[in-house]
């Protein structure tokens, strides 16, 4: 009796080893998840998108792997340069947090922005399409009673849930809604408050195409001096241009080669924190059904 008890449990343990083993390699060497946990990737990523990075894109560094930190050896192995546009996962320089932004500039390249506008090697990158944007950081305490607004021109915009209507209509613009506990809305009320901004098609020099959002074309990083990318290193900035910490800020700055991780895929859940998940009566109004599944470019 003692003797198969012992076996049992050296099964157990057989299996919760190779389980592991297999975990490791399939998030080292194929897909890690990654979810996003700020606002600086609106419109193209979401609080609460969760992601599949595909880890082959750029090759494997020590960053790579999950004792990557222990600095075993540098350089990547199967290494290929990534493209301008990529929405891309990587380490931060000198520390162990991992950021998600799109690459903007190459080794070589000189960046600046200027009243708001990005600037690559000297020419201005195209900017058209311009249309309203509303980025709504709310307190849980309002998920179920809503929140109602009257803008400038008398329109009533109402939030609940998930969803904006205005007029008691649909919002025809795009816009996302995110809720946060209470105590941080009542340490920061300025964060947890709709705000109004406009979304643009931004073309890069390559042709490749996305979306940004500008809230003011006077922010912080609006007017910069002009970065020089060195050898092995990349310029990162976030879709949410004026809510964005990349590599215009001295916290981030260039990227190394090795520090990148992969290249986001598409996201494979998404939720805006209004209910937890047992309360599946709201979760019509919690998950965001249109984004299971969406490819990012």
Not at 72 to 101: H, Q, T
Request: contains cysteine; aromatic residues 14%.
């Amino acid at each position: 009796m003692q003797k198969k008890h012992s076996d049992t449990i050296r099964e157990w343990i057989k299996t919760l080893f190779w389980a592991g083993l297999i975990a490791i390699i399939f998030r080292s060497l194929l897909l890690e998840p990654f979810n996003i946990p700020s606002g600086s990737m609106i419109p193209t990523l979401h609080v609460g998108d969760h992601l599949f990075v595909t880890k082959w894109s750029y090759g494997y560094s020590r960053n790579s792997f999950p004792f990557g930190s222990w600095n075993l050896w540098s350089g990547r192995v199967m290494a290929r340069e990534p493209v301008v546009g990529d929405v891309i996962v990587f380490r931060k320089p000198n520390d162990s947090i991992d950021y998600v932004k799109r690459l903007i500039g190459v080794p070589g390249d000189a960046i600046q922005m200027l009243g708001g506008r990005l600037y690559i090697n000297g020419h201005i990158v195209e900017r058209s399409n311009p249309r309203p944007y509303v980025i709504a950081n709310l307190p849980r305490s309002l998920r179920n009673a809503g929140f109602q607004n009257i803008d400038d021109s008398g329109r009533i915009m109402l939030i609940r849930g998930g969803r904006i209507w205005i007029d008691n209509a649909p919002a025809t613009f795009n816009y996302t809604v995110e809720y946060r506990p209470d105590w941080i809305c009542r340490q920061a009320p300025w964060e947890c408050t709709p705000m109004f901004a406009t979304e643009w098609t931004e073309t890069l020099p390559n042709g490749r195409s996305h979306n940004i959002v500008e809230i003011t074309d006077t922010a912080e990083y609006d007017n910069t001096t002009v970065f020089h990318v060195p050898d092995g290193h990349y310029f990162m900035m976030g879709d949410n241009r004026d809510n964005s910490r990349d590599s215009r800020s001295p916290d981030v700055g260039f990227v190394p080669r090795d520090n990148l991780l992969g290249r986001v895929w598409f996201v494979w859940y998404s939720h805006n924190y209004y209910a937890p998940m047992i309360m599946v009566w709201n979760w019509l109004d919690k998950m965001r059904w249109s984004r299971f599944g969406l490819g990012i470019n």
